[in-house]
């Protein structure tokens, strides 16, 4: 009977053992395989000899060495194990998992497919991009978001209430798109045109946090989505860029232009399916990379910072006031964008349990700058909206992204102030953004549905 | 007898040679090779799972020897390694260095040991 309990005791240890190899990255289940092996050999032998199951053990895990030598000796054969790899489909070890990824796969090349197929079909009705390149700017994102949300709510399995809503905001936005009579030249197509990919990306992040769209977690988890999309996005763009330079250039020196199927094929439906392969990229490869756009803020904080103050010290040196051209409040518009961007990002990868450090000091600055910086902005426009241009569909927009964004800085600001001061857990912080989602959603739908009838569609 | 510690350097160079020798013999697996060469040198040499695996492992990857999996008792797994026709030719390779250099110390010893001062270094076993 003890020789049994001897038995299942080393057991034990054996599975304990197996849990530390397989947390070391360097070692692969096989290398825990043959290690094990290896082990028991050891501890047989000692048994053999004379040893208890129990010294036996200890012996043997003792003359092997300690487990980072060992890996290290590993790392130096297998140094490749050290970059995590990107898996396509499977070889994760579990079959379940591999059917998962093969299936995700499998989805991802339907709904590029679809939205490839999407951006094409206009030209069936005789539409081309260059006589109708207004239709185009206005519908851009219609041919390719709500495929990505298509994956993303098959992918988390959504409800059929939510794939209703889903259907029905996409049809809103082709409605708001393309009901209203705007002339091509109009300013409201143009602010239709930028405020209806926002409206409608936050479509897709609904289809993101499908399975509990109102818990602040899984809405930063969209926003960290959203980064890491535009991360892969933009570098699918580079490398689509380089393909075309490349194919361009190569027929070009056997005499045949490629031009006509550049601009007609390979760039709409390259965009419109890299922008479904980017979320599925994001998808799979949530744990396996570090997510880059924390790094970048980090990197950027500092530079921008940096760069704001210095703004902000010429300003009061020169007693130059800010020369408001039309575009100005588009500028500071964007900057706002970027500094929410970076404290988006750094609050996405900070750990919430941390206490204040410099860095958070520094993301006030920053804030804070950005903050002066605007209100200067608007005191200058204040004096000029009402008299010289009057009121229009732009400057309208341009105002009320600009109140949006320094309402949110501002309250940001107040609480990285109490949160460094610890008077407010770093939670705050996080639920004041995560819960002002629904605001520039508001807001976009607004501009989109509302704005062309009120400017009377200028 | 004193026992000899066989410097790290010495250990890393000779474990290619000594472990394609073994495998020379017969199929074998690690803890197997790991006793062999233990028994070969009288317990003298050292040597680590950490230089064994890896070893190993790097002499798959140059294609001297292959591996498969076999079941053992139970649950258990044992990777067996095989010498390949490369990994025999490599080895006839080392051999042929090897026995260079040791016919080249073993002159220098012999010489030294005509001398006189240092005959306290014995070729073979006690004086």
Same mark, same amino acid.
């Given at each position: 009977m003890t020789a049994r309990e001897d038995q299942d005791e080393l057991e034990a240890q054996f599975a304990q053992w197996r849990q530390y190899v397989q947390r070391r990255r360097e070692l692969l289940p096989s290398d825990a395989d043959e290690l094990e092996d290896h082990l028991r050999g050891s501890v047989d032998e000692l048994v053999a000899a004379g040893l208890s199951p129990d010294e036996a053990f200890l012996v043997a895990v003792k003359r092997m060495g300690s487990l980072d030598e060992l890996s290290r000796e590993f790392a130096r054969e297998h140094s490749e194990r050290l970059w995590k790899q990107l898996v396509l489909t499977g070889e994760t070890g579990s079959p379940v998992a591999d059917t998962r990824s093969r299936r995700d796969l499998w989805a991802m090349v339907i709904c590029a497919a679809g939205a490839v197929a999407s951006v094409k079909a206009p030209a069936l009705f005789g539409l081309s991009f260059e006589d109708d390149s207004s239709f185009y700017a206005r519908n851009f994102t219609l041919f390719a978001l709500p495929w990505l949300a298509a994956f993303l709510a098959w992918r988390r399995q959504a409800r059929r209430p939510l794939i209703g809503i889903l259907v029905a905001l996409f049809a809103l936005g082709a409605v708001a798109a393309n009901a209203y009579p705007l002339a091509d030249k109009s300013q409201s197509v143009v602010v239709t045109s930028i405020h209806l990919p926002i409206a409608l990306w936050l479509v897709v992040g609904l289809a993101y946090v499908a399975d509990d769209w109102r818990s602040p977690r899984r809405r930063m988890d969209f926003i960290r989505f959203t980064g890491e999309w535009f991360i892969y996005f933009v570098l699918m763009a580079l490398g689509g860029g380089v393909l075309s330079a490349f194919l361009f250039n190569t027929f070009k020196a056997i005499g045949i232009?490629?031009?006509?199927?550049?601009?007609?094929?390979?760039?709409?439906?390259?965009?419109?399916?890299?922008?479904?392969?980017?979320?599925?990229?994001?998808?799979?490869?949530?744990?396996?990379?570090?997510?880059?756009?924390?790094?970048?803020?980090?990197?950027?904080?500092?530079?921008?910072?940096?760069?704001?103050?210095?703004?902000?010290?010429?300003?009061?040196?020169?007693?130059?006031?800010?020369?408001?051209?039309? /575009?100005?409040?588009?500028?500071?518009?964007?900057?706002?964008?970027?500094?929410?961007?970076?404290?988006?990002?750094?609050?996405?990868?900070?750990?919430?349990?941390?206490?204040?450090?410099?860095?958070?000091?520094?993301? !006030?600055?920053?804030?804070?700058?950005?903050?002066?910086?605007?209100?200067?902005?608007?005191?200058?426009?204040?004096?000029?909206?009402?008299?010289?241009?009057?009121?229009?569909?732009?400057?309208?927009?341009?105002?009320? /992204?600009?109140?949006?964004?320094?309402?949110?800085?501002?309250?940001?600001?107040?609480?990285?102030?109490?949160?460094?001061?610890?008077?407010?857990?770093?939670?705050? !912080? /996080?639920?004041?953004?995560?819960?002002?989602?629904?605001?520039?959603?508001?807001?976009?739908?607004?501009?989109?549905?509302?704005?062309?009838?009120?400017?009377?569609?200028? | 007898m004193r026992s000899v510690k066989v410097a790290k350097d010495l250990v890393a160079a000779s474990a290619t040679p000594m472990v394609l020798g073994i495998l020379a013999e017969d199929a074998s697996y690690g803890y197997a090779i790991l006793r062999r060469i233990n028994e070969l040198s009288g317990g003298e040499l050292d040597w680590t799972e950490g230089l064994l695996y890896p070893l190993l492992h790097r002499l798959e990857r140059l294609g001297y020897v292959e591996s498969s999996w076999q079941s053992v008792t139970g649950e258990r797994r044992r990777k067996y390694y095989r010498i390949t026709e490369k990994g025999l030719a490599e080895l006839a390779e080392q051999r042929r260095q090897w026995d260079t250099v040791v016919d080249a110390l073993k002159e220098i010893w012999l010489g030294l040991g005509d001398r006189g001062p240092l005959t306290a270094i014995p070729l073979e076993g006690g004086a």
């Open positions: 232009v490629p031009e006509g199927f550049i601009s007609h094929w390979l760039l709409p439906c390259g965009a419109t399916a890299a922008v479904v392969v980017a979320g599925w990229l994001v998808e799979a490869k949530q744990s396996v990379v570090e997510n880059i756009a924390p790094v970048l803020t980090r990197l950027f904080t500092p530079l921008f910072t940096a760069a704001l103050l210095a703004f902000l010290v010429a300003v009061v040196w020169t007693s130059h006031g800010i020369d408001v051209e039309r /575009e100005a409040l588009i500028l500071f518009d964007l900057l706002l964008v970027v500094v929410l961007g970076l404290l988006l990002y750094s609050l996405s990868a900070r750990d919430p349990l941390a206490p204040p450090g410099l860095f958070d000091k520094l993301q !006030l600055a920053l804030v804070v700058s950005a903050l002066a910086i605007d209100v200067l902005v608007l005191l200058e426009i204040a004096g000029r909206i009402t008299d010289e241009y009057g009121s229009t569909p732009n400057r309208a927009a341009a105002l009320g /992204e600009n109140v949006i964004l320094l309402v949110n800085l501002a309250w940001s600001a107040w609480l990285l102030l109490t949160f460094i001061r610890r008077r407010t857990p770093f939670a705050a !912080l /996080e639920r004041w953004q995560t819960g002002y989602l629904p605001v520039y959603a508001a807001w976009a739908w607004i501009v989109v549905l509302v704005f062309p009838p009120l400017f009377s569609y200028a | -």
